[in-house]
């Protein structure tokens, strides 16, 4: 298919420079970039695998405008892709906004016709994944993904809404399926099969990508997490949580890219987080100069890990909580069910159980996000980067296995402590291939 055939609305168009430069001039917001159009500075820096990203910088202000191509980036016209997704990925960024304004950029403006998000200028921000191969701490990175997960599931799920509201969200976020379907595709179903567009580094993962595709075991337990990928709408999720949707400095932290968003399990989200911290923790023998020289760091990525869940997990409790003393909960687990002591003591119970089941739900997704960069279609800088592929090689095989045993043995991992401990154990100084 080319795009000529691509279904895309009249008056859409791929914007170049100046296609950005004109359209900008005739908004009102783009005031606010100082000077004339002509002084703007313009460029496209877009690094991720879908869309076109321009950053646009005036005189007195900057902005990031984002607009949908009507075919994935990485594959090219081949695999072409609704344009929606920018109506989607704007719609979860405004709701996002209400509830942690403080962790996600503010939106100027959107072009329904030519998908196109006007954005604040994410600056002196940087993509995580680049800070953490460069091996940069960020002390607040912990406490504020915490936050946006917990404000964010926590109040777009039952536990926060009414029942309409709740499937009104669910009914205008279903009409994100074609990127459910990528995640369906390419996350829980691909990996696991001879599929065109998968690769891994060769020869040396070779053995177990095969070992993979016949592990029966490992199929039945991501087919599982597909049938809840695809049957629980609990929360509007972000979809797309990994380390490169995330920018920040020491000072602040913002959440990007919600285009996947749709109400979808919340251990999804968690598990993006955590997976992909884990494949960074793995490919720091890559990074370091002397063996052992990222050994701080490395603990600093398992304890962020630690945090994220603990965090997590003390303020989902926290929102439930008061929102039921407040009388503000969801259609579920309404208080006048559990008034009496003997039922404020179960609702105790059970919401301690929702968390336990929360982290088994995570550990699962996070063993799929990581598989998938391993040995499907898009793979991650983290690893990418590392020229020496027999280097490469040992980092992805260790997150290979510990991604097995999480996703098929997942109840040896009652705690993140149990996690954190296993990928420690798992992780030498010496590649575990050579010459
Ligand atoms: P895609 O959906 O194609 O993955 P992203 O939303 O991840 O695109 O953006 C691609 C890149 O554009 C990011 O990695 C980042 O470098 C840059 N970018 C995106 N949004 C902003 C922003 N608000 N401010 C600054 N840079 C941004
Ligand atoms: C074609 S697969 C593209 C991937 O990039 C996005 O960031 C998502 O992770 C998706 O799975
Ligand atoms: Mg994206």
Redesign the pocket.
């Known amino acids: 298919m080319t795009a000529a055939t691509l279904p895309v609305p009249e008056g859409y168009r791929i914007l170049d420079i100046d296609g950005v430069r004109s359209q900008l001039a005739d908004l009102p917001v783009s005031g606010r970039l100082g000077g004339q159009p002509a002084d703007w500075v313009i460029e496209e820096?877009?690094?991720?695998?879908?869309?076109?990203?321009f950053?646009v910088r005036g005189p007195e202000s900057?902005?990031?405008v984002?607009q949908?191509l009507p075919y994935v980036?990485l594959v090219g016209e081949s695999w072409p892709l609704p344009l929606s997704?920018a109506y989607f990925?704007h719609r979860a960024l405004t709701i996002h906004s209400e509830h942690v304004p403080r962790l996600v950029?503010k939106i100027h403006h959107y072009d329904d016709t030519l998908a196109l998000i006007v954005?604040?200028?994410?600056?002196p921000?940087?993509?995580m994944r680049h800070g953490m191969i460069a091996g940069t701490e960020y002390p607040g990175f912990a406490d504020d993904i915490a936050e946006f997960m917990a404000r964010t599931l926590f109040s777009t799920s039952a536990l926060a809404l009414p029942a309409d509201q709740m499937k009104a969200m669910t009914a205008e976020f279903a009409g994100n399926t074609a990127m459910c379907r990528i995640t369906e595709d390419v996350i829980f179903t691909e990996p696991y099969m001879i599929a065109e567009n998968n690769r891994w580094t060769e020869p040396w993962l070779d053995l177990y990508a095969e070992a993979t595709r016949k592990d029966t075991d490992l199929k039945i337990a991501v087919t599982r997490l597909k049938r809840q990928f695809m049957g629980a709408p609990e929360a509007l999720i972000h979809g797309?949580l990994h380390t490169?949707?995330v920018?920040l400095w020491a000072e602040d932290t913002?959440v990007?890219?919600p285009?996947f968003a749709f109400m979808g399990p919340m251990g999804f989200d968690i598990g993006a987080v955590v997976g992909n911290l884990l494949l960074n923790y793995f490919s720091q023998i890559g990074h370091e100069a002397a063996p052992g020289d990222r050994d701080a760091y490395r603990q600093w990525i398992l304890a962020t890990i630690e945090t994220v869940w603990n965090r997590f997990r003390r303020q989902f409790l926290d929102l439930w909580e008061s929102s039921i003393k407040g009388d503000a909960g969801g259609d579920i687990y309404g208080a006048g069910l559990f008034a009496d002591p003997e039922g404020m003591a179960a609702l105790a119970r059970e919401r301690e159980h929702y968390m336990d089941r929360l982290l088994t739900d995570a550990l699962g997704f996070a063993a799929a996000k990581m598989t998938r960069r391993l040995l499907g279609v898009a793979h991650n800088i983290d690893l990418e980067c590392i020229s020496d592929t027999k280097c490469r090689a040992t980092a992805e095989v260790r997150s290979l296995k510990l991604a097995r045993d999480l996703m098929v043995n997942t109840d040896r991992y009652p705690t993140m402590g149990h996690v954190t401990d296993a990928a420690r154990a798992m992780n030498t100084h010496q590649p575990d291939f050579a010459d």
Do not use: C, T, W, Y
């Open positions: 820096v877009g690094d991720g695998n879908l869309n076109l990203v950053i900057g902005f990031a984002k949908a980036r997704r990925e950029p954005m604040e200028l994410l600056e921000h940087i993509i797309d490169g949707s920018m913002r990007i890219d285009e």
